[in-house]
């Protein structure tokens, strides 16, 4: 068994998965998934220690922090597949081991690194500073039946939108273009997706064909961890805007409240295989942000798994106030209490992961899967729904936005089919008793981030 250390793990981490063969091991970084007592750990924990050793304790952040957890809490058996090591990574997973460790074709990982373009041409293209009609003379706007909520901006925001988190590439320009012919107006992008260029694309076509025009979209990007900095935030949002193909966002996110250090890895890690934190204020961030609404680069700003208390923090000093908090929200985990307090706040709460992201690489086989649910599945029956469509209704009827992620053009239709039923008053309650207090993303491996949100109750 040849276990990749960590450099290597970096050097490779933009290689789709697709090009390593044999029999593959994905273990998780300690506490880095489900803190759920109701995920179990499992006996593999033992068996797979060494790995998390080998590793270091691959938790926390490097000068600050030392690991909650010492085990990895489970491991998990994959097949190759087109995700990249870095989303994995991102999300929490760190793959291990080939067990034949050869590659059939022979080849060498750094001959398949794909060249990466040249941002700085693009770079200087981009700030068209103007609002931009993008759109040709003959589009004619198309009525689309999606609700709308009014944000403390004055902009308007669909409340339904397409997620593009783990959608590789090659699939998801096809599955935006698809989603744009359907109707979807709303796009939830972020540099760390490392899929923006191809949205990109989809974006340009679809309004060279007048599917849609430029002023109907609403696209949302997201500022990453590593340049949480002031002096980096313009750049990082030019850099959105450029792989997007647009001259202005409708909304960008701080993506989350912990800073990483600055560099070319998404995911910086120490030579322990910790991930290198910053003391970067995240109230600092915002005040950046602030600066992205003055140069008309984003119309709206707002914040991305964010605590009470640190929403308290922003709201203190912000010129410009936070339009949304962009949140885990599923009925397992029904977010009651944040939404409450956003609802007083004039903030609204994107539900990301509606469905429970029954496919996120930690997913476990025997965890409870929202749509698999016995009274998600009655409802859907008796409404003549899928469990999906009833997961994405809830939340519209709740007041929140919702972004579920799709590239099979089947589930990208019928996921938008959910504006012309309701979900009686029983119910949506029967809906609300189902909270489980389950988080299906929560990064617990930073949990001793200063930062690290989840900490607190709400
Ligand atoms: N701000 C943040 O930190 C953050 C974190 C997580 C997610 N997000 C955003 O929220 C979006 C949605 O969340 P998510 O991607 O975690 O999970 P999700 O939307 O809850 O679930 C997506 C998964 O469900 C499958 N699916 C979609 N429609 C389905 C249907 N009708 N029936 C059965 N399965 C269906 C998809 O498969 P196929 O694609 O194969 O059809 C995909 O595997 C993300 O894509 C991202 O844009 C943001």
Redesign the pocket.
């Given at each position: 068994m040849k276990i990749f250390n960590i450099n290597l793990l970096k050097l490779i981490s933009k290689i789709p998965f697709r090009q390593y063969s044999g029999e593959y091991r994905i273990y998780h970084f300690p506490g880095f998934a489900n803190t759920s007592n109701k995920d179990n750990v499992g006996e593999k924990k033992q068996k797979k220690l060494h790995i998390s050793k080998t590793l270091g304790a691959a938790s926390g952040i490097s000068d600050t922090l030392t690991a909650q957890n010492s085990a990895p809490e489970h491991a998990i058996k994959s097949s190759p597949t087109k995700k990249s090591f870095t989303n994995l990574l991102l999300e929490g997973t760190t793959v291990v081991t080939n067990t034949n460790s050869k590659s059939p074709s022979g080849e060498c990982a750094e001959k398949k690194v794909e060249k990466k373009p040249d941002k700085s041409k693009c770079l200087r293209a981009v700030p068209r500073l103007k609002w931009v009609n993008e759109l040709p003379e003959d589009c004619r706007a198309k009525k689309t039946d999606i609700p709308t909520v009014k944000l403390r901006d004055g902009y308007v925001m669909p409340m339904f939108g397409l997620?593009?988190?783990?959608?590789p590439s090659a699939k998801v320009e096809k599955?935006v273009k698809h989603a744009l012919k359907v109707g979807y107006r709303m796009i939830?992008?972020?540099h760390a997706?490392e899929n923006e260029e191809a949205v990109g694309k989809a974006i340009k076509k679809s309004i060279e064909k007048c599917i849609v025009k430029r002023d109907e979209l609403f696209i949302t990007s997201?500022l990453w961890n590593t340049f949480h900095d002031p002096h980096l935030v313009m750049s990082a949002c030019r850099q959105s805007l450029c792989d997007l193909n647009l001259s202005y966002l409708n909304l960008y996110?701080i993506?989350?409240p912990m800073g990483y250090r600055a560099g070319d890895e998404l995911i910086p890690y120490d030579a322990c295989g910790r991930v290198i934190g910053t003391r970067v204020d995240y109230v600092e961030t915002w005040k950046a942000m602030e600066e992205l609404v003055a140069r008309r680069l984003t119309r709206s700003i707002g914040l991305?798994?964010f605590n009470k208390h640190q929403i308290e923090r922003i709201w203190k000093i912000a010129k410009i106030k936070p339009v949304v908090n962009?949140?885990?929200c599923?009925p397992y985990f029904n977010q009651k209490r944040l939404m409450a307090y956003l609802k007083k706040k004039g903030i609204v709460l994107i539900a990301?992961?509606?469905?429970?992201?029954?496919?996120?690489p930690w997913v476990k086989k025997d965890e409870p899967n929202v749509?698999h649910d016995n009274l998600i599945k009655t409802i859907a029956f008796n409404t003549g729904r899928?469990?999906?469509?009833i997961c994405i209704r809830y939340q519209i009827q709740r007041g929140n936005a919702v972004?579920?992620?799709?590239?099979?053009p089947s589930?990208i239709e019928?996921?938008f089919d959910v504006t012309n039923f309701e979900l009686s008053d029983e119910e949506m309650k029967i809906i609300d008793k189902l909270d489980k207090k389950i988080r299906?993303?929560s990064l617990s491996m930073l949990a001793n981030h200063p930062h690290y949100p989840f900490n607190d109750k709400f």
């Open positions: 997620g593009t988190w783990l959608s599955a939830d992008c972020a997706y997201k996110l993506h989350w991305a798994n962009q949140v885990e599923h990301y992961s509606p469905l429970g992201a029954p496919a996120r749509l899928t469990p999906a469509q972004i579920p992620k799709s590239v099979t589930r019928s996921n299906r993303v």
